[in-house]
């Protein structure tokens, strides 16, 4: 890893020290803990409940203690505090979702997010794949929907199924590059990721010349923000403060800039960030608001964000802090623009990473995993660090990472932890009480009871 202040620095590759190489894991009566000498290699993953089958998010509503983890295979359940996965599921979605590819599948029950006042209203929203909607053009692979449901009224550990009310709808190009992560930011409104639309290089077809990365005519590559306690019409309401309120004036020509394969609609007022690839997860600071976002790369980098407000992340004039050459996506460029279309700067990210197909051994991974600032009590030492990880260093084989990072005087953001696991990392998910948790998978696909919640401990 390594900080960036430029986007001058176009081919430097991320550093490969391995601060825990000498990591050894060991399974002792459900917490698995490593012997190593490190600042944080005292920290262990506790067993807290298996039998699943590829957990994506683990949610709790605002002053409530339950634990709530979203299958991406189509259900929402309830951990109990002994970890028993409750049943009947919270919600099962199975029978609305898209049919799953035989194999590797990034679609599915991918987001959920309680309302602020859920104790209230009971109102909720997830983000799922569902399969294309009629009108839709038949060549695309599926329609996300982003749903508000309720609570049932006669039993808290149940949702109405009934209740479904489809708040976005939004057509996918490709299976992949989903995004999925929704939640209800310090400000009240909800924040939506959705990936570049798939395929590779946000190139091809359904990809403008510029990419949806950089096409802010498209709720593609980017990060929604939207007032659900009110409708303008559309089943929502734009936040007056959202960068293209009152339209924007859109550049004309080829390459990285509005060319006419584009909407053509005039700028999204919905768009919060532009300028992502696969946003795999995003979580906000609970003590300072600040909001985390882990992109997936193309191949050669990893990126995470930190971000207090609007703008363009760079994909794909960047990936990380390297120009991207799209010709050729495994030989960055030398140099290129330091700006937007639209003139406006380039927000780098404060935390990069070689991938392990483009950098080899200066790779940590192939595809991160957005995590939390740690704000819990019973680890002081983890405050203010950042947890976070990487899915695999194999496309086959699972071989997960988990991460911490902290920030040093300067400012920089630097590993202390590189943790190897054998799993795959899906995910990352926060308490009532701000404990953190490890999601993982021994598949790589959507199917299987290999699913499992781990919770983040100190073993000494």
Not at 299 to 317: A, D, K, Q, S
């Amino acid at each position: 890893m390594h900080h960036v202040r430029t986007p001058r620095r176009s081919a430097l590759v991320a550093r490969a020290l391995l601060l825990v190489a000498t990591t050894v894991w060991l399974a002792l009566a459900g917490t698995v803990t490593a012997q190593a000498e490190g600042p944080f290699d005292h920290l262990g993953l506790e067993l807290v409940a298996e039998g699943l089958t590829s957990p994506v998010a683990l949610v709790t509503p605002p002053g409530d203690a339950r634990r709530f983890v979203v299958d991406q295979a189509g259900t929402i359940r309830i951990l109990a505090d002994d970890g028993t996965v409750l049943e009947p599921p919270f919600l099962d979605l199975r029978d609305r979702l898209v049919t799953f590819r035989p194999g590797f599948d990034e679609r599915g029950v991918l987001g959920l997010a309680f309302h602020p006042d859920y104790a209230r209203n009971g109102r909720f929203f997830v983000h799922y794949s569902a399969p294309l909607r009629p009108g839709a053009l038949a060549a695309l692979n599926h329609t996300a929907h982003v749903s508000e449901f309720r609570v049932s009224r006669n039993d808290p550990n149940r949702a109405d199924p009934a209740s479904e009310r489809v708040v976005l709808a939004v057509d996918q190009p490709a299976f992949n590059h989903n995004g999925g992560q929704i939640a209800f930011g310090p400000d009240g409104f909800l924040y939506v990721a959705f990936g570049d639309g798939g395929t590779s290089n946000d190139n091809g077809p359904y990809h403008p010349a510029m990419g949806n990365g950089q096409d802010v005519t498209t709720l593609l590559g980017a990060i929604l923000r939207i007032d659900v306690n009110d409708d303008d019409g559309r089943g929502y309401a734009v936040p007056a403060s959202n960068p293209f309120v009152g339209g924007v004036a859109l550049p004309e020509g080829d390459g990285l800039v509005w060319s006419g394969a584009a909407s053509g609609h005039g700028a999204r007022d919905e768009i919060y960030l532009w300028g992502v690839r696969n946003p795999f997860r995003f979580s906000f600071d609970r003590a300072t608001g600040d909001l985390w976002i882990g992109d997936v790369g193309q191949g050669m980098f990893e990126e995470h964000n930190r971000v207090t407000g609007p703008g363009n992340l760079g994909w794909r004039i960047m990936e990380a802090d390297s120009y991207f050459n799209v010709e050729s996506n495994r030989e960055p460029l030398a140099d290129g623009p330091t700006t937007g279309p639209m003139g406006e700067d380039l927000v780098l990210p404060v935390i990069v990473y070689g991938n392990v197909g483009g950098t080899g051994e200066a790779g940590r991974g192939i595809s991160t995993t957005g995590g939390y600032v740690y704000r819990g009590s019973a680890i002081p030492e983890l405050v203010g660090h950042y947890v976070f990880g990487d899915w695999s260093q194999s496309f086959v084989e699972p071989g997960g990472k988990l991460f911490v990072a902290a920030q040093d005087a300067a400012g920089a953001w630097d590993f202390v932890l590189d943790r190897q696991i054998d799993q795959f990392v899906l995910s990352f998910g926060e308490d009532l009480d701000g404990e953190l948790y490890v999601l993982t998978t021994d598949g790589n696909a959507p199917q299987g009871t290999g699913g499992r919640v781990w919770k983040i401990v100190a073993t000494n």
